[in-house]
Structure formats: C-alpha cells, structure tokens
C-alpha cells in the first residue's frame, strides 16, 4: 500500500482546435511530472481540443480527429506518469465532455462529464450528452476520483466518489473568469471536501478564448477544508504536490501559496491576457486604433502596449476642424508615455467631400447626427484602410456605459475586430487608469510610471463631433447612467426598483429605451473580454426586434 501520491497539476493555456500544440504542451508537462517523479499528471478540462469549442464538436471529423491525437499523446507518454487530459468522445450521435486516462501507452478510462452546464456563457446541454456518475480509478494503487468541472459544484457526484471509494479528489476545470469568481469556487470547493472529508486538487486552465479569459488560480484543499497550495492567477504554471497517507486519510503536503491582488489589476490583467491572446490564437501581430485625446482610447492603447509592446501599437490621430488643440496634445503625450508611434490623418478635407456628395440630396434640410456621424464614419474608413494594408488589426475603444445605450455609431468607431473594454463601465475605466498609472507588474510589457496624463483622466468627456460638445450633452453624468444600467441590466432590476433606489424616472425610462433599441449595434460589435456576470453576447441574449418596456 503506497504511502505517498504525487500530482502534478499543469495550468495551462490552449488554443481551440490546435490539437497538435495542445498536445505538445501536454508532452512537455508530462516530462516535468516525470523529472518530479509524479504518479500522475493533471491538465485542465478539454485541454486537447481547447475549451470552449461551442459547435465545433457538433462536427463528427472534429471528435475524430481529437481521439487520434488523443491516442498519439498516450503513445507518447507510455513510459511515465498516468495522464489526465480533457477532450471530447463521440459515442454514435452522442458526444461527450470527457477526462481521459492514459497509462501505458494506453487509454485506460473515459470519465464522462454528468452536469452539464447551461446557462450564462455555457450551453453544454446543446452539444453534450450527460454522462452517468463514475466511479474512481486508481493509479500507482491510489483510488482518485476526478468531478469534471460543474460536477464539483453540487454534492452528488463528490458524494458518489467518496462512497465507492475514492481517496483523493482531482478535478480538471475549464472555469472563466469574472469579477469575484474565485471566492465562490473556493466556496463551492471547501463544501465538496468539507463533506466528503477528501483532498481535492482543483486544476483550472488559463488563457483568454474570445470573449471569455480563464484565469487559473488552481488550489488545493485538504479534507477539513485547510488550504495546502495555491497557484497563480492569469499565468501558466506547474507545480508538483505531493499528498502523504495519515491515520485520517490522504493530507497534501505544503506548496506554493501566491497571494492573490485586488479586483482591479484582476481586471486589468484578464484585458490584457484575453487581447494578447485574442491576437496569438487569430494569428495577428499587430493592433492599430483610432487616438481621440480621450480617456477611452488611452487605456485601450495602454491595455494593447502591456499586451504586445509598443513596437506593435500603431496609433492614429485623426482630426476634424471639430478636434481642439487640446485633444492633439493629450494625444500625442499618451503615445509619448507609452512609447508607440502615433501619426495623424487629417480628416477634414475627405468629409467636405462626402458632404458635398450628399448636398443635393439632403438640400433643405438641417444638418443634424448624420452630418457629425459621417465624421466618425469617415474615421472607420481610413482605419479600415490602414488594417488592410497592414495587416494589423483595429481595436474599438467603446466603453459598456457606451455600447449599453449606442453611444457609439455603427460602422464608424465601432469598427474593428475586438475592444478590450467592451465590459468596462465608464467610471470603472477612469479608475482603472489610475490604477495603471501607479501600478507595473511583470506580465505588462508597458512602462512602468505614470503612461496616461492627468489631464485626458480630468477632463470632461466628449466626442468632438460639434462645438463645445460633451457626453453630458447626450447622456446622464456618468456616475448616474452607471448606476441605472448596473441595476437595469447587471441586476435585472424594474424600473420601479431603480426609482426607490433614488433615480429620476424620466431618466431611467430614457436609459432603459436606449438599451433596448441599441440591441442591434451590439450585434454586430467586436468582442472583448468578459469581466463580469452581465457581459454582453452569451450572458444577454434579447431580441433585437423587441417593443416590450417595463411599464412600472
């Protein structure tokens, strides 16, 4: 009877559909865990194919194609560690979330996922089939049961485990990121081992894939509920733990324990991990945006430096007869502090022509939003312009309070491929730019120091599409419109609830018919990464076409 077990957890970041780097990956943290002398290896939930895959695995050649490579990770790792790796099983029409493992050069098990989850950002129930509750396996004469992910989240498969005979607990987890989710995993976690008296290793995967960044901070638990080791958080990293036999069943020995930073630079640092990897996994280079001299385009081209060095950051400023000194200054002085080039295209001259095309047409009639909407339209284009000739792609610098009431002109300035901010409140983006104005860390590639003026941060905002024009022109003063849309939106709030909660109701009926009849812009955004439980795409899905409005 073995009297010591060793796992090597492996957080790591994989690339949908790249089966053979995924794998690779998985070869190189199977040699650690051999140099470490480990029983066993863990990786994260559907690590080989990457997570999540959405339809993908509706495609029979896809599920094939990951069990081939699935058997050539097995083959190759044959003299080793036992292997735990994610990935899909197709079983005639039905397809699985699975833990696979391998020992060997074999697959040994096929552990099926049996809570699917299917709300928020996930809709499992749609493409897998729940699997019935498994029972532990046993490696190097050690029963381990491994809960996949949601199975974690409710007592009965845990309970399952410990009941059929299951000695530790090592579940694989691919769980995205938002504000506050790792104090609530830890809840749920504790829970498990609380009740079933079982150590559990808990590995989460980290990268950012589309609109959803995974941010790590894989733990383990000893049964009372006792942290033994933590790892980081937004980062890969290895660690080999190591879990003695006791009077009182399996305790993990002591290992690393990183101490986690505040919700800001966890926002920040999920923004520039989900561009960074937005950019890897679609194969781009380089970022171009448009620089207005405003707040939201500074921390946009800060977000895309720490995320790509400013070697890769291509800013433009492109000025009307509309734009102010000022703004051409705070601009430039940005670029300066970050270090990336900027360059300027005027865009007077090409929108008197376009106004000047259009003059027959709209003759007698007074200029209004689609005389200053042609202006940022005009921008879009030249951005475009650029993008395409370069082969760069443009990021959009709309902030929520914008897209949540369409602030923001389709086609103009929310042109481009993705916006680091899109789940960023207004008055959050002004914080989080004094946060980055007094904060570095290793992972920002960045300088250090102060990288946006003081100036663009106390300045009103404004769009510069007229004289003297500013955003309170249009719209509630931001620390209002805010507050209205985090209880409209964020907490499904009435507009009953937001009139005792102190806002006029004039105003909340205005901001909730803008969010309503803005539901097409969004649409057709750019995504940008999720950082919070009411990000737009998967965690709101309304109807574009939609007349309802809360009569309270």
């Known amino acids: ?49 990457g997570y999540q895959v959405q339809d993908l695995v509706q495609k029979p050649a896809f599920n094939a194609a990951a069990m081939q490579a699935l058997q050539q990770l097995a083959a190759d790792c044959a003299d080793g560690p036992t292997i735990g790796i994610g990935c899909p099983e197709q079983a005639g029409d039905d397809v699985y979330n699975c833990y696979a493992i391998l020992a060997g050069g074999e697959i040994k098990t096929l552990i099926r996922k049996h809570h699917l989850p299917n709300y928020k ?37 845990c309970e399952t485990l410990a009941e059929t005979g299951a000695e530790i607990l090592v579940s694989p987890n691919g769980s995205p990121y938002y504000r506050g989710k790792f104090d609530k995993r830890m809840t749920h976690m504790v829970a498990r081992v609380v009740e079933t008296g079982l150590p559990m290793a808990y590995l989460n995967m980290i990268g950012g894939q589309d609109d959803q960044i995974f941010d790590g901070g894989s733990f383990v638990l000893n049964g009372g509920g006792a942290l033994a080791s933590q790892m980081p958080l ?53 970022v171009l945006l448009g620089m207005s001299g405003g707040i939201d385009s500074a921390i946009v081209a800060t977000i895309a430096t720490d995320a ?97 009431v369409g602030y923001a002109t389709i086609y103009g300035d929310m042109a481009g491929g993705y916006n680091p901010i899109k789940d960023l409140y207004k008055i959050r983006v002004f914080e989080t730019c004094r946060w980055r104005n007094q904060n570095h860390r290793d992972w920002m590639m960045g300088p250090t120091g102060r990288v946006i003026p003081q100036n663009i941060i106390d300045k009103p905002p404004t769009a510069e ?82 007349r309802w409005r809360d009569p309270s």
């Open 465 to 546: 599409l007229r004289d003297d024009q500013k955003d309170s022109d249009s719209l509630p003063e931001y620390e209002i419109l805010d507050g209205i849309l985090e209880m409209l939106m964020d907490q499904d709030a009435s507009v009953a609830e937001c009139v005792a909660a102190g806002y006029d109701r004039d105003t909340v009926k205005r901001v909730e018919h803008l969010l309503y009849i803005s539901e097409y812009k969004r649409f057709q955004s750019a995504p940008g990464p999720r950082l919070s439980l009411r990000a737009f795409w998967l965690d709101r899905r309304y109807p574009i076409a939609n």
């Open 121 to 157: 950002v996930f809709d499992e129930k749609r493409v897998f089939k729940s699997g019935e509750i498994h029972g532990p396996y046993v490696v190097n004469g050690v029963r381990i049961g491994s809960p996949i992910c949601e199975d974690a989240w409710f007592p009965d498969v």
């Open 308 to 404: 790509l060095g400013a070697e890769n950051v291509r800013l433009v400023m492109l000025p009307s007869e509309y734009t102010s000194q000022n703004s051409l200054d705070d601009a430039a002085g940005c670029a300066a502090l970050l270090g990336a080039s900027i360059q300027t295209i005027p865009i007077a001259q090409g929108r008197a022509a376009i106004t000047q095309t259009l003059a027959p047409i709209f003759e007698g009639l007074e200029p209004d939003l689609t005389e200053e909407n042609i202006q940022s339209r005009l921008r879009g284009l030249l951005l475009m312009a650029l993008s395409n000739k370069f082969g760069e792609m443009l990021l959009t610098t709309g902030n929520k309070s914008e897209v949540s």
């Open 1 to 49: 009877m073995a009297d010591k077990f060793t796992l090597t957890m492996a957080q790591l970041n994989a690339t949908v559909g790249d089966f053979a780097a995924n794998a690779a990956k998985a070869k190189r943290a199977f040699d650690r865990a051999k140099a470490d002398g480990a029983d066993m290896l863990c990786l994260p939930e559907m690590f080989l194919t």
């Open 234 to 286: 937004f980062e890969e990293a290895i660690e080999t733990i190591t879990f003695d036999r006791t009077d009182n069943g399996w305790q993990a020995q002591e290992g690393t324990r990183v101490t986690y930073p505040d919700e800001w630079e966890q926002d920040y640092h999920a923004m520039v991990l989900g561009l960074r990897d937005y950019m890897a996994k679609t194969g781009f280079k380089k």
